[in-house]
């Protein structure tokens, strides 16, 4: 496995990837990463952005097994947010999420203070990895949160 930047030729891939895992956990509903107006096309979107970025983990064969994105947090300065870290079925518990996480934050670093991700309580593994990444579970949403469906909101300093 490798992982490198996001190319236009993986956005469907991407898609039906985050598409199935939210399925999986029955929330393909309003207020998770599902409606994302830009979720069909990734690439362009964190491109058009500045200091972000979208990472694509992909086999010998260079298909896409997952991805993960940084971008910056609604209005505030210093804050980015950790987007859209899927795994495809097939890619799971290789270490491929620690792996997307530890390039995003690299990236985070040169350009914020501050990491912030939302997730739900019940994705167990998922908030098992941002603790032992060093985030630090929140109370609530910060302002400016787009997807109200989330239950478990984290923050990380950069420094």
Same mark, same amino acid.
């Given at each position: 496995?490798?992982?490198?930047? $996001?190319? +236009?030729?993986?956005?469907?891939? $991407?898609?039906?990837?985050?598409?199935?895992?939210?399925?999986?956990?029955?929330?393909?509903? %309003?207020?998770?990463?599902?409606?994302?107006?830009?979720?069909?096309?990734?690439?362009?979107?964190?491109?058009?952005?500045?200091? =972000?970025?979208?990472?694509?983990?992909?086999?010998?064969?260079?298909?896409?097994?997952?991805?993960?994105?940084? =971008? %910056?947090?609604?209005?505030?300065?210093?804050?980015?947010?950790?987007?859209?870290? !899927?795994?495809? %079925?097939?890619?799971?518990? $290789?270490?491929?999420?620690?792996?997307?996480?530890?390039?995003?934050?690299?990236?985070?670093?040169?350009?914020?203070?501050?990491? !912030? #991700? +939302?997730?739900?309580?019940? #994705?167990?593994?998922?908030?098992?990895?941002?603790?032992?990444?060093?985030?630090?579970?929140?109370?609530? =949403?910060?302002?400016?949160?787009?997807?109200?469906?989330?239950?478990?909101?984290?923050?990380?300093?950069?420094?």
């Amino acid at each position: 496995m490798r992982i490198r930047e $996001m190319e +236009e030729k993986d956005n469907q891939t $991407m898609e039906q990837i985050i598409k199935h895992s939210l399925e999986t956990f029955n929330l393909d509903i %309003p207020g998770t990463a599902y409606f994302d107006p830009q979720l069909s096309c990734l690439a362009q979107f964190y491109k058009k952005q500045s200091n =972000a970025k979208y990472w694509v983990a992909v086999n010998e064969q260079d298909e896409v097994v997952g991805g993960v994105g940084i =971008a %910056p947090f609604g209005e505030k300065t210093g804050i980015c947010e950790l987007q859209k870290l !899927y795994i495809a %079925p097939e890619a799971q518990g $290789m270490g491929l999420s620690k792996e997307l996480m530890k390039v995003a934050l690299d990236f985070a670093k040169e350009h914020y203070q501050q990491c !912030y #991700l +939302e997730t739900l309580k019940k #994705l167990q593994v998922a908030n098992l990895l941002y603790t032992k990444l060093g985030f630090r579970q929140l109370e609530r =949403a910060l302002n400016g949160s787009e997807h109200n469906a989330m239950d478990a909101w984290y923050i990380k300093e950069l420094s």
